[in-house]
């Protein structure tokens, strides 16, 4: 990735200590694809991403828990890399610090819920960047935010980004405003505005066994990325929020402190691209919470919101709408120290189509609910539920007892169950962790989902995950973690072991292994994988180097898939610089074609110390995709070399002159892992002047030639631009291209009429 990003903070600050201008800027030509995937937790710790070799720093883990109907976010938390999670971006892989549950209690001392197994989901939400072997966009990404005070209690904010894509993908750009009303820290609103076009997010991706399955598979994925125009291109949106948090007590003294509430309005128009949310779904969502404290020992809250979803199968396409309405009060009782009642009553009404396993699409109901938690002994709580439906249309009756706790047994070990009973099944989970050392802790989660209200075709869903994470030492981290799978599909195992040895400051080597067996509709299904990986920097030289084996049987699958990702950078000496890369994916898929993909180069780079005013790069690339399937800009077979020559030289201090000479010569054919070859070859001349109009700012102008050997024609035409120079290294400009085409070989899509942003940086 190519770029840079500035922050701007304003010394000037609000009374409430936050600076009143503050801005970013970036801009960037990746080489990389965005995506986005969510995890149910799994009652244990390590997750692995949907891609391997991410970009390091990119990744933004979160923690969300949604509402169990509706997926509407209720809460997210932010976790710090190295704090809460270690990620290793060559292997994909997310371990964190503490294990992660299905569920939790619908709310805080929640009181009625739908279902035996039931509550708030618990999702691991991880966004993203990766390497792509498939996809070079070899264009600009920007955007800027911004924010200023008018005065301290009103704030308004501009967005834009426009993230480019490759070829037949259409482009992603968002606009956006907001504005912001604050009368105290606990007391605010916000007004918030978005258009977007096109699609932010290519894939979101989601599993519920920690990554070794997802629900988006291969097959509808390759369906997906190769057909742009079906699934990703024409797609345009707005989406409109307001939202907002009260403290009582900023507007009377006769409130408690305690005293707060919460409103919101969100719409998301159909064709509003967002990572996290479907493309084709559109919703409205609105509702408030209040919380109160009458007197010491007692409190109410009450609320009510309403939820609406229309949105379309992603495999049928048919259309399947979701309404919700909720209101809800409750009342709390401090009976003594150690001992709180609760009282909950809730009125409910659903209505769905478009669901096939729903028997009664449309329901109503009055529910009611008591609860007492009693704290034995700091830090060890138990409690039990109960809970009725007194009045219901649809709905059916709806009992469901409840006993549970919350103890930490020990200073090492801690203890969190609950199980369910009632009309609707039953359901259990049971999450314990246990610290050996501070170096080696041991985790253990248990579920039983047994709920027949849906009819669910998997009837009794037990899930039981164990697993160990172990500091060795200073160097070595171990980590090992199970899941036993059981529903009336069958059983299953998923496994999973890493070593990560730091030899030295410079050093580090890691190994992972994966290994599952599955019963499922189609089959069983064995899957192993092996990976090894190493990394190596120092100041002068840097390799990371990874190599892996998978293997699939069963189900209607057969494959083996062999990897190797290599990338290096050597300085040579005060001159050249040396820098490489070598990526090979191979799949032998047995019955079916098999795959190749191939992305080898070789670079040096010159700047003669005798001579400072002179800059020259030479490179060697050879690339081959045979056969690839998840390809998002290629139809066809494709087997190339190209080389390239470029320098540039001052002549003066205001004005510098550019050349470069690229070949191409390849082979293709219009069959995937079929057909006749082609040969053609292609060269490109292209000349460049720059010149200092003024202090830091500079004019440019560039001319291309571009020559089809094989055929002996041509393609012409100019470049201009003007650049800033923002440091002594880098350089920001715009400009216009007047040919579809740019001198980039190796990204050849004639596509590249029209503005852009670049960058320029000297090492």
Do not use: C
Request: net charge negative.
């Amino acid at each position: 990735m190519y770029g840079f990003q500035g922050i701007y903070m304003s010394n000037e600050s609000t009374e409430f200590g936050e600076a009143k201008t503050q801005g970013n800027v970036f801009v960037s030509e990746p080489e990389t694809m965005f995506t986005r995937d969510e995890f149910r937790g799994t009652g244990g710790s390590v997750y692995f991403l949907s891609f391997q070799d991410i970009v390091v720093g990119s990744a933004k883990v979160k923690v969300q828990v949604t509402d169990g109907r509706t997926g509407r976010i209720l809460r997210e938390v932010v976790l710090q890399d190295g704090r809460d999670y270690d990620v290793n971006e060559l292997q994909g892989r997310i371990i964190l610090k503490n294990p992660l549950p299905t569920i939790i209690a619908t709310t805080e001392d929640g009181i009625i819920k739908d279902q035996p197994y039931y509550g708030d989901n618990v999702n691991l939400v991880v966004d993203y960047e990766f390497y792509s072997n498939d996809t070079d966009f070899g264009k600009t990404t920007y955007g800027i935010r911004g924010k200023s005070w008018i005065t301290d209690n009103v704030a308004i904010g501009g967005t834009l980004v426009s993230e480019a894509r490759g070829d037949q993908l259409e482009d992603y750009e968002l606009q956006g405003v907001d504005v912001t009303l604050r009368k105290t820290d606990n007391t605010f609103m916000r007004f918030e505005y978005a258009h977007s076009k096109g699609t932010q997010a290519l894939v979101n991706n989601f599993s519920f066994n920690g990554g070794y399955d997802s629900y988006l598979d291969r097959d509808k994925y390759e369906e997906m990325i190769t057909n742009p125009m079906k699934y990703f291109n024409n797609i345009s949106g707005d989406a409109y929020s307001i939202s907002g948090e009260v403290a009582f007590r900023d507007f009377s003294e006769k409130f408690d402190e305690r005293d707060s509430g919460t409103f919101w309005y969100n719409r998301k128009d159909k064709g509003f691209s967002t990572a996290g949310f479907s493309n084709s779904s559109e919703h409205d969502d609105y509702g408030f919470t209040s919380e109160f404290q009458l007197i010491d020992k007692w409190d109410v809250k009450f609320g009510a919101n309403k939820f609406k979803e229309n949105d379309s199968d992603l495999y049928t396409e048919e259309p399947i709408t979701l309404e919700e309405d909720r209101i809800n009060g409750a009342i709390g009782y401090q009976y003594t120290e150690k001992l709180k009642l609760s009282a909950e009553l809730e009125y409910l009404k659903n209505k769905e189509s478009g669901i096939e396993t729903l028997d009664n699409p449309n329901e109503e109901a009055l529910l009611a609910g008591i609860r007492a938690d009693y704290e034995f002994q700091p830090n060890r709580t138990v409690y039990g539920i109960v809970q009725t439906s007194i009045w219901d249309e649809n709905y059916g009756a709806n009992n469901i007892y409840t006993l549970g706790t919350d103890l930490r047994v020990t200073d090492k070990f801690r203890l969190k169950a609950e199980g369910s009973t009632g009309n609707k099944g039953n359901g259990a989970e049971i999450l314990g962790t246990y610290d050996f050392t501070p170096d080696h802790s041991l985790y253990m989660g248990y579920a039983l989902d047994d709920n027949n209200d849906f009819g669910s075709n998997y009837g009794q869903e037990h899930t039981f995950t164990v697993g160990q994470k172990f500091m060795y030492d200073q160097k070595t981290t171990m980590y090992h973690e199970n899941q036993f799978l059981k529903d009336n599909v069958g059983k299953g195992i998923l496994q999973s072991y890493g070593v990560d040895y730091a030899y030295s400051e410079e050093i580090t080597v890691g190994t992972l292994v994966q290994q599952g067996n599955l019963e499922t509709y189609d089959g069983n299904l064995e899957r192993t994988s092996v990976s090894v990986y190493s990394r190596y920097y120092v100041r002068d030289f840097m390799i990371r180097n990874k190599l892996e084996f998978g293997k699939d049987k069963g189900a209607g699958m057969s494959a083996d898939r062999w990897a190797t990702i290599n990338r290096g950078k050597l300085i040579l000496n005060d001159e050249y610089t040396l820098f490489g890369e070598l990526n090979y994916l191979y799949r032998n898929a047995k019955e079916e074609k098999d795959d190749r993909s191939v992305e080898a180069g070789l670079g040096l780079g010159y700047r003669p110390v005798w001579n400072d005013k002179l800059n020259l790069i030479g490179k060697y690339e050879y690339v081959q995709n045979i056969g690839i399937n998840n390809q998002f800009n290629a139809t066809n077979d494709t087997k190339a070399h190209i080389l390239s020559l470029e320098g540039i030289y001052e002549l003066t201090q205001r004005l510098d002159i550019g050349g470069k000479y690229a070949f191409r010569t390849e082979e293709y054919r219009a069959g995937r892992g079929e057909g006749d070859w082609y040969n053609s070859k292609l060269d490109l001349y292209a000349v460049r002047l720059n010149y200092e109009v003024l202090k830091s700012w500079y004019a440019f102008g560039e001319y291309h030639i571009l020559r089809d050997i094989t055929d002996d024609s041509y393609e012409h035409g100019a470049l201009l631009g003007i650049y800033k120079e923002v440091q002594e290294n880098l350089k920001v400009g715009v400009g216009y291209n007047f040919t579809e085409f740019d001198d980039d070989l190796s990204d050849l899509d004639y596509s590249a009429k029209g503005w852009f942003i670049n960058v320029i940086g000297k090492f």
